[in-house]
C-alpha cells in the first residue's frame, strides 16, 4: 500500500554465508501491511494536533533475485522466466541503452554493480535520514558476514515546495491500483483482486506456485536517471503554438500533454489546456475521468494516446473482449501494478540551470510490485505481464493503443517520458494528418536493475530460514 516515507535506501547485497543467513534473518524486524496501515493512522492523528510534525517510523522490507534463491538452495521452480533470468538479460528486450558485441551478446550501458551479481534487496525507509540509517545499520548488522553489500542507492522526497514531486517536476504517486480488501477506490482508482499484485492467490495468472511464494510479489527495481535540465530545454524549444498562449505557457502544455497531467497533478483530460491546482488536490477528482472513444484526433483533443498516463493506464481504451484483459468490468486489471518509486539525486544546481546539461546523475528508484513478470516459458511478449508489459507491449509501442485510426507503424508514437527504443530518436504524439513529435533523445535513461522477489512473512519465518512449513 506504499510507506509513508520521506527517505529511502535500497541496499543490494550478496549472500556470503548461506547458513550463517538463515541463522541471522528471523532476527530482521520486517515491517507488514498492518504496521504500515497503523503508522498512517498515527502519522494522521499526530498531524491533527500538530501539522507538519515527522514522528520517527521505521520500515524494513527484504526481496531475493534469482540468484539469491539459488544462494539459499531454495531450488523450486517460481514459474516466471523473467525472473529466473534476471534483469541483465532482458535489458535488450526493454529499450534499454547498450551494445551488442562480435559474438551477439547485449551489453546494456548499466551502473556497473547491475551487471554483476545481486542476491537480494534491503528496503529501509522512514521520516528522517536518522531513522533510515538506523535502520539500515541495525539491518546490515544483524545480517553480519553472512552478507556483502554491493551497492547502494539513496532516495529522498523532494525539498519544500517540490515534495511529492519526481525531478521533472511533476507531482507523481497519484494514480495507484486499490488493492481490493486493503484499500477502499477513491473515484477513478482501478479495483484489483489482491492476486494481481500476490502471487498464488485467485487472479494470479500463474496457477501452480511454490507454496513458499504464495502472497509474496515480484519487486522491479529500475535505476531511472532523468536528463532534467535537457529535458526541461527541449519543453522550453517547444512550445505548443496557440492563439492566445505565451511561450512558458506552451512549454507547460507540450509537458503536460507528454505526461498527461500538469505539473499539479491536474489530469489534462479534464482540464485540457489551463492548469487546475485545484482539481489537482482533489482525491475525489483527480482521477475520475476515461478517455473519449472516438477515431482519430477527436479521440486524443485533450489527452494524446501517446501521453504517459496513458499508455501505461489506457483505462476505457483497451478493448474488453482481448484474451489478456479478460476482465469486461475492468481490461486493465490484469496488468496493473502498484508503484513505490522515489527520487534519488541532488535538485538541479544553478550551473546545470544555466547550461542546460546534466552534471549529477538524479532521477526515480522506480519500484513496482505484480504477481507476474513473464507468464510462459517461450519470450513471446504477450506472455509478460506487469512492468514488463507496461515498459514493452504498451510504452515501447508505437501502435498502442490499437483501434486510433492510424495507418500501421504510424500510430500515436513511443511513451514520451519512458519509451525507449536503445536511446534512439523517437516519435512521440502522433496525429492522423499533421506531423509527429521527435524526441532528440531518451530524457530517462535506465541505470539498470533487477528483478526481485519480496517473500510473505511466513515465507520469510519458515523456507527462507531453512525450515519447513
Ligand atoms: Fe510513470 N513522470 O514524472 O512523468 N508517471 N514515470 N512510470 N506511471 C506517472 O498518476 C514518470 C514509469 C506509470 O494510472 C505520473 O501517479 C517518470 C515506468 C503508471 O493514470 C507521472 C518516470 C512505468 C502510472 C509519471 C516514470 C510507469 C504512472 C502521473 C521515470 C512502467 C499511473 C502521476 C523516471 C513501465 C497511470 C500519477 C495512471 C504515472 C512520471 C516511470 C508507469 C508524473 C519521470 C518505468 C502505471
Known amino acids: 500500500i506504499g510507506l509513508p516515507k520521506k527517505k529511502e535506501e535500497f541496499v543490494f547485497f550478496v549472500i556470503k554465508d548461506k547458513d550463517l543467513f538463515k541463522a541471522n534473518l528471523p532476527r530482521l524486524k520486517i515491517s507488514t501491511t498492518g504496521d504500515v496501515q497503523r503508522a498512517k493512522q498515527a502519522i494522521d492523528q499526530a498531524r491533527k494536533k500538530n501539522p507538519g510534525c515527522l514522528i520517527p517510523l521505521p520500515f524494513l522490507n527484504i526481496a531475493f533475485s534469482q540468484q539469491g534463491l539459488n544462494a539459499l538452495n531454495i531450488t523450486d521452480d517460481i514459474g516466471d522466466v523473467a525472473f529466473s533470468n534476471g534483469q541483465f538479460n532482458d535489458a535488450h528486450n526493454l529499450g534499454d541503452e547498450g551494445i551488442t558485441d562480435a559474438d551477439g551478446k547485449f551489453h546494456p550501458r548499466w551502473e556497473s ?12 525507509a522512514g521520516e528522517s535520514w536518522k531513522t533510515v540509517n538506523y535502520v539500515v545499520k541495525a539491518a546490515v548488522d544483524t545480517l553480519g558476514r553472512s552478507i556483502q553489500v554491493v551497492y547502494s542507492l539513496k532516495g529522498s522526497v523532494r525539498p519544500g515546495e517540490e515534495k511529492g514531486h519526481e525531478h521533472f517536476g511533476w507531482e507523481d504517486g497519484i494514480s495507484n491500483p486499490a488493492v481490493e480488501g486493503v484499500v477502499t477506490p477513491l473515484p477513478g482508482q482501478r479495483p484489483i483482486p489482491p492476486g494481481v499484485i500476490l502471487l498464488g492467490i485467485e487472479r494470479d495468472p500463474v496457477a501452480t506456485r511454490p507454496p513458499w511464494a504464495v502472497e509474496g510479489s515480484f519487486l522491479v527495481f529500475r535505476q531511472l536517471s532523468q536528463l532534467v535540465p535537457e529535458f526541461h530545454d527541449f519543453l522550453d524549444n517547444n512550445p505548443i503554438v496557440l492563439p492566445g498562449l505565451d511561450p512558458k505557457h506552451g512549454s507547460e502544455l507540450l509537458g503536460a500533454r507528454l505526461v498527461g497531467r500538469w505539473k499539479s497533478g491536474a489530469p489534462i483530460q479534464l482540464a485540457p489546456l489551463f492548469d487546475d491546482p485545484e482539481l489537482a488536490k482533489d482525491k475525489q477528482r483527480n482521477n475520475r475521468f476515461v478517455f473519449p472513444q472516438e477515431q482519430g484526433e477527436a479521440g486524443q483533443t485533450e489527452c494524446p494516446y501517446a501521453a504517459h498516463i496513458r499508455k501505461t493506464n489506457p483505462r476505457n ?153
Request: include cysteine; hydrophobic fraction near 30%.
Open 113 to 124: 554493480a547491475f551487471t554483476g551479481r545481486i542476491d537480494g534487496v534491503l528496503l529501509a
Open 317 to 469: 481504451d483497451l478493448d474488453p473482449t482481448d484474451v489478456d484483459n479478460n476482465d469486461p468490468k475492468n481490461p486493465t486489471t490484469g496488468l496493473s501494478i502498484t508503484r513505490a518509486g522515489i527520487p534519488y539525486g541532488p535538485e538541479v544546481t544553478y550551473g546545470e540551470k544555466h547550461e542546460k546539461i546534466t552534471e549529477h546523475e538524479r532521477g526515480l528508484a522506480f519500484v513496482s510490485y505484480q504477481s507476474a513478470l513473464q507468464v510462459a516459458p517461450e519470450d513471446i511478449p504477450r506472455n509478460s505481464k506487469g512492468f514488463r508489459f507496461m515498459q514493452r507491449l504498451w510504452c515501447n509501442n508505437v501502435n498502442f493503443p490499437p483501434n486510433k485510426g492510424f495507418p500501421e507503424g504510424e500510430g500515436p508514437g513511443f511513451d514520451p517520458i519512458v519509451g525507449q527504443l536503445g536511446g534512439a530518436k523517437r516519435a512521440t504524439l502522433g496525429t492522423n494528418s499533421g506531423p509527429q513529435l521527435t524526441l532528440p533523445r531518451d530524457f530517462v535513461v535506465s541505470r539498470g536493475g533487477e528483478y526481485f522477489f519480496s517473500p510473505s512473512l511466513h515465507a520469510l519465518k519458515t523456507t527462507f530460514v531453512g525450515v519447513t512449513p
